[in-house]
């Protein structure tokens, strides 16, 4: 099974984890990325299961648009029932990086806003300690070389993500060789970084449930 093929098959497997958790009242939290893509059409052929859609970046709320389904203001929704979404990394404790697509924030928004947040990826995301990939990092424009310091003195390697805005206007800065042992502290202490907005570590609220699609079938943990 290729890749793309079982990104398609965790997807299809969170619409079935989902979709006895819906009511017609309900607000389904939709992610960003290729895998959340395939959940998006997936989730139009069950849209009359539920009432709308908050979205964490603009193209997923266009593609929800374009099946039909309702996005709402996150403002307006007075609470979402699922959030799903895809990963970069995902570890044994459900902690995640995020943000290679460069919605981070309005993901871990999203996430936060969410009673439960499914998780759904491919087994190459899967990884015993987070950091194999460049952990993104949402930045003011003005604090870009401040924060990029403040980011090597924790032991990484940030580079610009160049011609690259985020939804809120800001910059990307990927930081690499980054062994995330202690995700929680790693994601206080970027946090902590004046002029950043935030970082793509899951770990202070991670995924309720992670699906996982591989060569030898789903399994969830
Ligand atoms: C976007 C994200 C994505 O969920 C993450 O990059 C995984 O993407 P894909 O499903 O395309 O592999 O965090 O900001």
Known sequence: MTQEQQKRSAAQAALAYIEPRLSRKSIVGVGTGSTTNHFIDALATIRHKFDA???????????????????????AAAEITVYVDGADEVNAARELIKGGGGALTREKIVAASAAEFVCVVDESKVVDVLGKCPLPVEVIPMARGLAARALRSLGGHPAWRENFLTDNGNIILDVHELMIEEPQAMEEAINNIVGVVCNGVFAAQAASVVIVAGASGIRQF
């Open 53 to 75: 859609t908050v979205a964490s970046s603009q193209a997923s709320a266009a593609r929800l648009q374009e099946h039909g389904i309702a996005v709402l203001d996150l403002n």
